[in-house]
């Protein structure tokens, strides 16, 4: 059984930390606890220390579970909204903004405001358990009180490190205040020393994966890996070498063997899996991410087997550009393509379809449901935050980068050859040993393979420098439209990124709120 099916978190955890929530239209955020109780009347036993820790994996089951998930994934050259995404209503139209960088991209944007008001209140969690699990005197095993904090410290630094790379200088909260007493924003250096000290704490108390360990609780693993992509995105590359090198060497790190294991449903918390956000069918713990990502897959049928080419089904937000969807793979010998890709519709009799712009192109299959989820709005299916996948793309960009191109070639193929039934090194099928520019481009394109619609691709170009570049160059639909149709009136919004969306605003409710900033405290271009 799942972590969030074992523990009733919404029954132990309401505290102070709800004045964190700093405003969003939606009512997911407004989670109400069924008993109020304070942090000290939580903390103050092992029993209410393991539950109030199990909280805080609630904001990360929140950022995930809808549309906050699209942070990471829209707005970049391998996914982006469809045209009618932007006539849903005024809030959708802000998440279309997202996407192509225009006027709704703005500080009360819904999603960017409440981005960060779930990540803060996952902060806020974590920092009552680091305050009070120091003072339980009756801990009956010390070193589950240790691991507990290992815990906190790890989605601690979770948390920070995804507002850091979308917000820039941040204000750093390590204590929980009223509204006040403001907190400035501490420079992007400042923010990263503390997720790294919280990830070092985290990596030498937390538990060792599989032993012991409640699926969904942070691992020795899950934080190392963490902190190696810590040190990647600061371009610490001999930091991060070291921390991938300990990691792959003791963590026992793994690829399963078929990939469209991974997306089955059937094999959650496998053991590729080093990070994974827990869901369930139960009332409360579902995901709706299918459903904004146009999912072809229709709900189960009582009394009949489950039916992949029903029609309709999912509010068809998002899709896979054509980058995606049929450029960055080779659809004849890598199988990640058929895994990854739903690339027709279908109608009732199981002919292909299309309707309006968009959807009958292309979606990600990765969210697919299967017979065993309710509905399209709600999955019981895990979500992966860190993979093993993951990890030895990373340490391959990281010896690219140290100048040892040949050896980052070993985790690369590692990562290749799982997705082709003949093995096929890249060098091989280059005809030579990439350049170290030649694999810079070659490993972003294997990121996208591997990774993509899970999450990382915006972070991935951020880091890399190149965001502006190629979402102008593979997510730019109306002058792709126009280009292929010969038309200059196609309905597709205009794509308007530039250098400053490598930042995301600052919400205005924070600037209201915090009584050391002010509008002036804005971000540059907002």
């Given amino acids: 059984m799942k972590l969030f099916s074992q523990h009733k978190f919404s029954k132990v955890i309401a505290m102070a930390v709800l004045v964190l929530i700093l405003g969003s239209c939606r009512k997911q955020l407004d989670y109400t606890p069924e008993v109020f109780l304070s942090a000290q009347q939580v903390y103050k036993d092992q029993a209410g220390a393991t539950a109030g820790v199990t909280g805080i994996y609630k904001q990360l089951q929140v950022l995930k579970a809808s549309d906050y998930a ?109 509204f006040s007493d403001g907190v400035k924003r501490s420079p992007t250096a400042d923010v990263y020393k503390q997720i790294i000290t919280d990830l070092k704490f985290a990596a030498a108390n937390c538990w060792i994966k599989g032993k012991n360990q409640d699926p969904g609780r942070a691992s020795v693993e899950a934080a190392k890996a963490l902190l190696g992509k810590v040190y990647l995105t600061l371009h610490d590359y001999q930091n991060a070498k070291t921390t991938f090198d300990d990691l792959i060497q003791t963590g026992g790190l793994t690829l399963l063997t078929n990939y469209a294991d991974l997306f089955d449903g059937k094999h959650e918390n496998n053991a590729e899996s080093l990070f994974e956000i827990q869901y369930s069918t ?135 050859n799982r997705a082709r039934d003949v093995a096929s090194n890249l060098e091989t099928a280059l005809g030579h040993v990439p350049s170290q520019t030649e694999l810079r481009n070659e490993l972003l394109d294997e990121r996208t393979r591997e990774l993509g619609g899970e999450g990382w691709r915006w972070f991935d170009l951020k880091r890399t420098g190149t965001l502006v570049q190629r979402v102008m160059a593979h997510n730019n639909p109306k002058a792709y439209y126009e280009a292929k149709n010969g038309s200059t009136d196609d309905p597709h919004p205009a794509q308007n990124v530039s250098a400053k969306n490598n930042l995301y605003p600052i919400p205005l409710s924070e600037l209201q709120n915090n009584q050391a900033l002010n509008l002036n405290s804005q971000n540059p271009g907002y």
């Fill in 282 to 416: 139960d009332a409360g713990n579902t995901q709706s991410l299918q459903n904004l990502f146009g999912s072809y897959a229709g709900p189960p049928i009582p009394g009949e087997a489950f039916n992949k080419n029903t029609p309709g089904y999912g509010g068809s937000v998002v899709m896979a550009t054509t980058f995606y969807s049929d450029t960055v793979f080779d659809k004849v010998n890598d199988k990640r393509y058929t895994s990854s890709i739903n690339h027709d519709r279908y109608d009732g009799s199981g002919n292909t379809m299309s309707w309006w712009v968009d959807p009958g192109l292309p979606t990600i299959k990765k969210y697919d449901i299967s017979s065993s989820d309710i509905d399209v709005n709600n999955s019981g299916k895990n979500l992966y935050y860190l993979r093993s996948a993951d990890v030895f793309l990373m340490y391959s960009e990281v010896l690219n980068e140290l100048g040892q191109t040949t050896d980052a070639l070993v985790p690369l193929n590692k990562v290749r």
């Fill in 70 to 178: 699209l942070i990471g994934v829209i707005g970049t050259d391998e996914a982006r909204c469809t045209y009618q995404s932007q006539g849903y209503g005024a809030y959708w139209a802000g998440v279309t903004g997202l996407d192509v960088y225009d006027i709704q991209f703005n500080s009360q944007n819904g999603d960017v405001s409440g981005y960060w008001a779930t990540c803060y209140q996952g902060i806020a969690n974590a920092n009552y358990a680091l305050q009070y699990i120091p003072q339980i005197k009756n801990f009956t095993d010390v070193t589950v009180q240790s691991r507990l904090m290992g815990e906190a410290s790890f989605m601690r630094a979770l948390f920070y490190f995804q507002l850091v790379q979308l917000y820039g200088d941040i204000p750093l909260r390590l204590q929980n205040m009223s």
